[in-house]
């Protein structure tokens, strides 16, 4: 099993910034690329950020140049910093960690962008 604790989230202006990070437990030897997605009311879950153990990154073309997603594979962390808010940002993130045995997912962050 592996077990995903997030945190950071929260309410800023556009424009703003935030930060969560997401520390993985357990049989995390079973990890290689870790995500971060996110829904907002009403919609599908998406994609966001994604790295793998050796550093590949790829992100939805919505946040490229405004977030960065990063990993401290000493720690199993990842983060997401995420810059120049907007309103559209405004959503539940989800830390996910796929496993050959199964996915799993954090218990989400809210993060809200106000007007």
């Known amino acids: 099993q592996v077990q995903l604790v997030e945190s950071g989230g929260g309410l800023v202006q556009t424009g703003g910034s935030l930060r969560l990070s997401c520390a993985a437990s357990g049989s995390v030897s079973s990890i290689n690329a870790m995500a971060w997605y996110r829904q907002a009311p009403g919609k599908q879950r998406e994609l966001v950020a994604r790295?793998?153990?050796?550093?590949?990154?790829n992100y939805a073309d919505s946040v490229r140049c405004r977030f960065t997603i990063s990993r401290d594979n000493a720690k199993n962390t990842i983060y997401l910093q995420m810059n120049s808010l907007k309103p559209e940002d405004t959503a539940v993130y989800y830390c996910n960690a796929p496993t050959w045995f199964r996915d799993f997912w954090g218990q989400g962050a809210q993060v809200t962008v106000s007007l």
């Open positions: 790295i793998t153990r050796g550093g590949s990154i």
